[in-house]
């Protein structure tokens, strides 16, 4: 804790007069106990705080479970909440096991961690449980984030294999990366130069998570291919809209919630003080990025919905719930190290990010039904881009340590070695994960692990694989399918004479 209480009897002892030793070691040792329940408080407000940034984080699988639910067909709505159960159970086994030490186990060297496994010799000098807790919540978040990619057509055991390498090991090397002081590109690295002298600033996960869910889940989809019925002979694009708008708003408000856990929260400390005695603390920064978080969001929302309203003529709700969401993802990045009108724009052109990438998936005939390629990972490679351009100087020295002539944001006079170590972290992000995720994806499908049967996919998994249905529920596909049918259907007479037309 900085600015502990210190005393010395001997020095003491001459302002109390002869013979006063006993009386100076006294008040020194009431002092020292003192001292000593001051930073035990300080521990205990850090890691109680660190705790309840985590349990919000957790919170946003409840999000993301309502948020895939409602953006599913009601035939598959039972498989896409058990995927997002199992992405936590099975990502909290094996980030136990691997993912944590191959994270933040330090000592280790720039590319792995090495130490810690299945939380051996924990805790340690400068992480506690409430670390590990809360590095957890974050690495099923970009689980579930890839789960969305790949509903509707992927087999069980395919969620299984994929989620547990990605907690295990694909997301925590990715991590250890940019936020180990051990990583190779970390801003807080001990040892060694930082990439151009800064390294890569992503303060809660632009890149490390939202990027790295993003692209795995575009990996799934591209590999896969298409659900049934999404693009007809000529590639026109067929809407397969999700079932309930209800269960979207609700996911997208609890995820918002939750975001002020996973932005605000990764600063990890609170009682950090930046000039004593005055309210200039880590408190205060803390609520600035709550702030930022916020008015990205709230931007990128209304942008796109009068976007959405000049393309296709609608007020569309689910939209805008996903340009809050690829507002949220932007400025992830960069949420502590910007001003709050800075995040403004980052949340109007994370709207235009998520709107273009969406155009461009039609397109290429790519089909994500959650939008989850083209939100997270457009959307955290802009908030990357961003925070190179916007970042300032006095922010940066705060959270990362004072340095003179620190890199900062292009925009803000600082410079372009910023914008460099950013693109850098895009491009390996993006070469990583295609090269293990891709790779996973494309041997499951040889393995015929990967996707279900045209039959099983035409039925709804949580009829053929999981026993029944949610809910009693009819798709609007399935409606259109009806209404059809009794136009085809001839008209035959009752017994009473009565012309009548089959159900």
Known sequence: MSGTLSCSATDLAVLLGPNATAAADYICGQLGTVNSKFTDVAFAVDNTYLLFSAYLVFSMQLGFAMLCAGSVRAKNTMNIMLTNVLDAAAGGLFYYLFGYAFAFGSPSNGFIGKQNFGLKDFPTATNDYSVFLYQWAFAIAAAGITSGSIAERTQFVAYLIYSSFLTGF????????????????????????????????????????????????????LIEGPRLGRFDNGGRAIALRGHSASLVVLGTFLLWFGWYGFNPGSFNKILVTYESGSMNGQWSAVGRTAVTTTLAGCTAALTTLFGKRLLSGHWNVTDVCNGLLGGFAAITGGCSVVEPWAAIICGFLAALVLLGCNKLAERLRYDDPLEAAQLHGGCGAWGLIFTALFAEEKYLNQIYGAKPGRPHGLFMGGGGKLLGAQLIQIVVITGWVSATMGTLFFILKKMKLLRISAEDEMAGMDMTRHGGFAYMYFDDDECHKAIQLRKVQPRSPSPSGVTTTPV
Request: proline share 6%; charged share 10%; aromatic share 18%.
């Open 170 to 221: 694909v997301y925590p090397v990715v991590s250890h990366w940019f936020w180990s002081p051990d990583g190779w590109a970390s801003p807080f690295r001990t040892e060694g130069d930082l990439l151009f002298s800064t390294g890569a600033i992503d303060f809660a996960g632009s890149g490390v998570v939202h990027m790295v869910g993003g692209i795995a889940g575009l990996w799934g989809a």
